[in-house]
Nanobody, 121 residues
Framework: VQLQASGGGLVQAGGSLRLSCAASGQIRNNYNMGWFRQAPGKEREFVASITWSGGITYYADSVKERFTISRDNAKNAVHLRMNSLKPEDTAVYYC???????????????WGQGTLVTVSS
């Protein structure tokens, strides 16, 4: 399974970005998908996840009401819409896939390369 994240960039505080993650290889629609981020000098942290059916989503408290995760199984893609961005959202964002991990877990088997999001104040 290969994951390719894209959509990062530089945005002013209060702005929006939409991250995308394209999956390829032996990906099947029963993979749960997640977004994680790692800021400089900090550990990687959970941001959001979505079950394989798309029916259940989970969010870190810090992004709840601002970020929305969604998936398009027909295109093997998952997206993260980020609104009302704050400087503290600055990080490298990673997408991940796993058949077992769900909820707030960080124990995913497959990871993308990351895309940098920088929010200026």
């Amino acid at each position: 399974v290969q994951l390719q994240a894209s959509g990062g960039g530089l945005v002013q505080a209060g702005g929006s970005l939409r991250l995308s993650c394209a999956a390829s290889g032996q990906i099947r629609n029963n993979y749960n998908m997640g977004w994680f981020r790692q800021a400089p000098g900090k550990e990687r942290e959970f941001v959001a996840s979505i079950t394989w059916s798309g029916g259940i989503t989970y969010y870190a408290d810090s992004v709840k009401e601002r970020f929305t995760i969604s998936r398009d199984n027909a295109k093997n893609a998952v997206h993260l819409r980020m609104n009302s961005l704050k400087p503290e959202d600055t990080a490298v964002y990673y997408c991940a896939a796993d058949t077992d991990a769900w909820g707030y877990s960080i124990e995913y088997d497959y990871w993308g390369q990351g895309t940098l999001v920088t929010v200026s104040s």
